[in-house]
Every structure is written in structure tokens, then in C-alpha cells.
């Protein structure tokens, strides 16, 4: 047995239902930290107790009562470790962030006590998409003290919290720790039926308590998940209604009003008046709050109307505030900023700030550099800074700080777009880099099968 196993005794619990697709990921990802697995099964008809039994977890069952706290705290019942990490069947962490978890566990054992111990430690939350990268990303605390005093509350949703409300001292690892979801890509979503389940609990929750601002706010998320955008307008303008004040959560007040502005954003026509939007805007803070998304998206709706110079005062102020964001929120921004800077490279270009369009082409391609629309754009910006005689040679090294002279597919790509914009860069310093033959059959006229 590990040191770290024996000095920090965690416990590794979950829920499940038909994950025999996840399972194996769910339990693997841990195995070396872990001092023990627990699995409790809420009624699969697949193979998932099966292999989580093959894998060496302590498999219970439940019976389920539409309500997750219920379930999980059965979980947590079972276990036996100082320390819980409850993380879903469609999450893990990577190898890395698993040791690092390991040596942050023995830390505190060795040096924390008393009073000044933490109950949890806080993680980065990233919802990874069907291309396997983060699309947002937002914290949660999933990993906790195993004591009697420690437990899930609520129906759906459901988070942990001490008795009467009391706080509980957490320690943030954020930036050194990460659980990757990818249960919010919409196939899964779509496939597991997820969507109207969570609107019947959802529902439920409302029946039991109408002014439950946090429960309408999770009915838009889950009415939006299913593309139905009128109810989910109305669930969102429940949770932001007077009559909500005082039952809904800082959390569910702030996620209502930047998705009603991310629907005004992807559709403007959905909007009232512009007032009426800002006015959305205001309800969560605006102009003061640190939040980007809310810049963002009303950023966003103001470039889909024409209004670009204000667009662009709230997508600059959104960057800024990306920047130095330190909260809990879920960030939108984080996961879209290819297109968010190809956006405001278009802003710059309506406002004639070529410097500043410029910044933000080579940031797209910092995230992407086979955009050929950006990095086309980019070399037209870099020719109009040659005719007037202005240095660009620190540009061109930030371009080949992006592009890798080792790859073939990269040089043939500035190639293409330097010839597509006519840029009089001298061809000789990227050919150099080619294999001969590959430089012949240029020669000639020819297209080599990776160009494009």
C-alpha cells in the first residue's frame, strides 16, 4: 500500500445508472490514490455493476427516489476514507492532477488540524466537448472531509453544506487541480434522456416551493438544453422576477441572466428593445460586476445590431475582466475565445484600429492557426503595414512562434495564404525548411497533397 494511501484515506464514491460506456474511465483514472471505491447503482440493465465489480470497487444499490442527495449521501454512508471524492461517471481527472491530488491529501493531514483544517478542497470544473476540449469552465467542490456533518442537499443539483448554513473553510486548488464533464455534450444529453429529467425533478422542486428562484434557473438551462427557447426565456425571467428575491441563489440569479443575454446574442430577434435587454443585463450587476460573460454576450448582441462601438467597449471590458477573474462562476468566454477574438478582430476593422485588429487575429490563431480567413486577414494588415513603412519583423516572430518550421503542413499553410494575399515575404526563409523534394514540386507548379 502507498504512503500517500495510508496517510490520507480516500474514499472514491459515485452514483450510477447504465454507464458500462464511462465506468471503466470513472474508476481507472484514481486506482493509485484511492483506498477504496464505491459504486452504488441506482438500477442499470447494462453491464456497468458487472465491470465495476471486475475492477475491484464495492458495488451497493439503491433504490431510486428521484432525489440525488438521497443517493448520494447512501454513497457516502458507505465509506470509510477521512476524505470523500464524489465525482459522476462522466468525470475524471487526468494522471497528473490525480497524484498532484494525492500529495496536496497527505499535505494536509501532515500539517492541518484543529479548527483551521479545511472541510473541501475547491477544483476547476471543465466541460469538455465532442472535440475533446473545454468549452467552459467553473469550479466545484468535490472532494470533502468524510464526517457525519458533511452532506448533499437538494433534489437535483444538489450541492454538500454544513448544518444551519455554517461555512465551510475550503482550500482552493483551481489552478492545480481539474475534473473533466463530459456528460454536457449534447449527444449524451440527447441520448440519456437527461434534459427531461431534470425538467420532471425540476418541476417537482417548483411544486414544492413556486418561488424557488435556483430551481426556475435550472428549468431554463434544462428547457434550453432541449432547444425549447421560449420556455426557457420564461423560466429565466421566473428566476430574475421580484417575486424570486430572497429564494434564489447569487449562483442561479447570475447563470438566468447570462443565458437569457447568450439567447439574445445567438438570436437578437428573440429580444425586445435594446433597453429591455440592458436592462437584463443590469439585473446581474452590469455595469459593475467581474463577471466577463456578461460583457460578453451583451457585447455580442450589440455586434449581431450594428452598434460596434459599444460592442466594442463590452467585448474589450470582457477580456479585461478574463484576465483577473478569480470567482466561481461557469465562464463561457474561456471556452469560445477563438471565435470571441476572431469577433473582436472584426470590431477593430468596422472602428479602423488596424493595430488592435491585429492583436486580436494573431490571438485567434494562437488558438487555432489554420484559420485561413484570420491569418489571410492577418498578412493583408502586415502588407498595409510594409507600404507604410512600419517595423513588422516582431510580428513575423510571434507568427513563427505559433506556426512550427518542423511541420510541413504548417509551412505549406503560411505559404498558401502568403501567396492568397500577394505579401511580398521573402518565400526562400519558409522553402528552406521543406525537404528538397517537397521544394522541387513547388518549383514546378505542382500541390503537394498536406497545402490547404
Known sequence: MSEQK?????????????????????????????????????????????????????????????DFSAAKNYAIEQASGEWIVFLDADEYMLEADAERLGKILCDIESNETGAEAPHVIRCAWQQIGEDGSPFSVSVQDRIFRNIPEIRYHGRIHEQISLPDGEAMICQDEQKRLSICHTGYVPAVMKEKKKWERNIRLLKKEIEENPGNGTAWSYLGDAYNGLGETQKAEEAYKKALSPSAEGSVSRWGRMNAGKNLLKMYANNPVLAGTDEEVEETAKKVGYPATDNPDVYFFLGLYRLKKGDYKRAYNNMKRAFQLLAVYQGDDVIYLRGCLEKAYAWMAGLCQQMELPAEELRYTVLALDKNRYQENILCETLFLLKKEDREGKQTEETWNLLFGIYHMGSLKDILFLLKCIRITGYPYPEDRLLNFLPQEVRDRLAKGGKHRDEG
Open 6 to 66: 495510508r496517510k490520507a484515506r480516500l474514499s472514491q464514491c459515485m452514483i450510477v445508472k447504465d454507464e458500462e460506456d464511462n465506468i471503466r474511465r470513472a474508476l481507472s483514472w484514481g486506482q493509485a490514490i484511492m483506498w477504496e471505491q464505491i459504486v452504488v447503482d441506482t438500477g442499470s440493465t447494462d453491464r456497468t455493476v458487472e465491470i465495476a465489480q471486475e475492477m475491484g470497487a464495492k458495488v451497493f444499490h439503491f433504490a431510486w427516489c428521484d
